[in-house]
């Protein structure tokens, strides 16, 4: 069975930075892109970062180019987001997704099969 | 960045009635098209993917249909479990946005 199980989420202050963790098991993960999407409080699903299987390949939404940064680690089935210069505009629950499709370093967008249950990130003076 | 416009906003049924959610993208996505159904207070569920192709365990009530920039996503008849929001998502390309959602509510 797929799990994955995301954590970190905080209240941060505007300008902080934060990291979260998205830990995964059932499926083979290094062969699968692995995606993080949010959702503001009462609005709708956005896309933020993806990564291929192997990890050198990224992809990021223009709202977040240059203070998040998505990495992962294969040897502990973690994918993570570092997010820096924290706005409150970032305000969500962060989820992160499993690719569809085997994509170890090649890195199309890809439809999210598995989803974890999110955590919140609150950024607020 | 292509625009996905879902409508109606909000669609008030009752139980086995049909529904009939639309996804208008603003330029061809071909048929990389995919709806998500999410529930208050839960992660969003993939179900149909490439259009019309229903991901695993996902009810044969539920359809897909469309290419292009005109997709329909068709619930033939609606359980008291299926009222939540419906998402489109596109994958043609970066960043593969999502619509703005379809709250599907009981009448």
């Known amino acids: 069975e797929v799990q994955l199980l995301e954590s970190g989420g905080d209240l941060v202050q505007p300008g902080g930075s934060l990291r979260l963790s998205c830990g995964a098991s059932g499926f083979m993960f290094s062969s699968y892109a692995m995606n993080w999407v949010r959702q503001a409080p009462g609005k709708g699903l956005e896309w933020v970062s993806s990564i291929s299987g192997n990890g050198v390949s990224t992809h990021y939404a223009e709202s977040v180019k240059g203070r998040f940064t998505i990495s992962r680690d294969n040897s502990k089935k973690t994918v993570y987001l570092h997010m820096t210069s924290l706005r409150a505009e970032d305000t969500a629950t962060y989820y992160c997704a499993k690719g569809m499709v085997h994509s170890y370093q090649v890195l199309d967008p890809v439809d999210f099969d598995y989803w974890g249950q999110g955590t919140l990130v609150t950024v607020s003076s | 960045e292509i625009v996905l416009t879902q409508s109606p906003a909000t669609l008030s049924l009752s139980p086995g009635e049909r529904a009939t959610l639309s996804c208008r993208a603003s330029q061809s996505v071909r048929n990389f098209l995919a709806w998500y159904q999410q529930k208050p207070g839960q992660a969003p569920r993939l179900l149909i993917y490439?259009?019309?192709s229903r991901a695993t365990g996902i009810p044969a009530r539920f359809s897909g249909s469309g290419s292009g920039t005109d997709f329909t996503l068709t619930i033939s008849s609606l359980e008291p479990e299926d009222f939540a929001v419906y998402y489109c998502q596109h994958r043609i390309n970066w960043p593969h946005t999502f619509g703005q959602g379809t709250k599907l509510e009981i009448k």
């Open positions: 490439d259009a019309s």
